[in-house]
């Protein structure tokens, strides 16, 4: 009589694609969920040096097989963070190398992702240390998206607001509002703000009719509070711009820079002790006849004047 075989396994049938997509979420949600409870336990972890495993955006778009767009979630995700965690860093160790690499990682594996576009511009503008202070970059990206999406006038008014903005060529930005002003779908208002920009390039008076246009024209609550904000800024300017009059007004009738605001006030040259549109007070520097924004405000730092640019770090 044969001996009996032992049983064995049968084997199931092979993981199709969504049993593939399902144990790929699972795995994702448990890593989260590991990482989360690591967080709770230990102190932050800082990495010695920081390295893009994937230099190609191409690669990762194959390797990324079917799940591209959660790739392009994850990317961003990261570029947030590395913009965020590295502008709250000692001043000493801020680099934003990675900022534009997972920007593009990001825009490779959706093409379409509207605020990667947008955000990211503006992250790669913020002149250092409170960004990387590379407008290049920016256009690059910018110009990545127009070529994905050419209906994208938004695109087209963002590299001519960083021209005129960041790298103060005023030409240049008005071409590109004139050819953001020729896509289908542009608003009225894009075509005489590309001669208003040759008439008033460097004019706060220009800035605030292009920052004053985003904010009333936005379809982003975060892209309209940022341009509100910078609209704050220039009324910031002006302000201290006033009160540098005053502390001259002060030196031609005593012979002296004012020291206090209580001197400023005594002789009638200011009412108060002002405040800048947050309603933090302004800085006087005794003796100079200067003034400065609070490092305190939700406004600093204010904007360079063009001839005070200095040059984006290499």
């Not at 960041?166 to 208002?189: K, M, N, Q």
């Amino acid at each position: 009589m044969p001996a009996e075989e032992a049983p064995t396994a049968e084997a199931g049938p092979p993981l199709g694609g969504l049993g593939l997509a399902l144990a790929i979420v699972v795995l994702l949600g448990g890593a989260l969920a590991a990482q989360a409870a690591r967080d709770n336990r230990y102190a932050a972890w800082e990495a010695e040096s920081s390295l893009l495993y994937v230099r190609s955006g191409a690669v990762l778009t194959r390797l990324g097989l079917a799940f591209d767009d959660l790739l392009a979630d994850l990317y961003w995700i990261r570029a947030v963070q590395h913009y965020g965690s590295t502008k709250i860093a000692d001043e000493a160790d801020r680099t934003y190398d990675l900022l534009y690499p997972f920007l593009d990682f990001t825009t490779t594996l959706d093409p379409r992702f509207n605020i990667a576009y947008r955000f990211g511009a503006i992250f790669l503008t913020e002149a250092y240390p409170d960004g990387p202070g590379r407008p290049e970059q920016a256009i690059a990206l910018l110009e990545k998206g127009v070529a994905a999406m050419p209906e994208k006038w938004q695109y087209v008014m963002d590299i001519g607001f960083i021209h005129y903005w960041w790298l103060h060529d005023y030409e240049a930005a008005a071409e590109w509002f004139r050819i953001a002003s020729e896509v289908e779908g542009a608003p009225w208002w894009l075509e005489p703000l590309a001669a208003t920009t040759l008439a008033q390039g460097g004019q706060r008076g220009g800035s605030r009719l292009l920052w004053q246009q985003l904010f009333e024209t936005s379809d982003n609550e975060w892209l309209q509070a940022e341009a509100g904000r910078r609209l704050l800024q220039l009324d910031a300017l002006d302000a201290l711009d006033q009160l540098a009059l005053a502390a001259q007004a002060y030196r031609d009738r005593t012979g002296d820079w004012p020291r206090t605001w209580a001197q400023l006030i005594d002789t009638g040259l200011v009412p108060f002790e002002p405040l800048d549109p947050t309603g933090t007070g302004y800085i006087l520097v005794p003796g100079t006849g200067e003034f400065e924004l609070s490092r305190e405000s939700l406004l600093f730092p204010l904007p360079r004047e063009p001839e005070a640019l200095p040059d984006p770090p290499s």
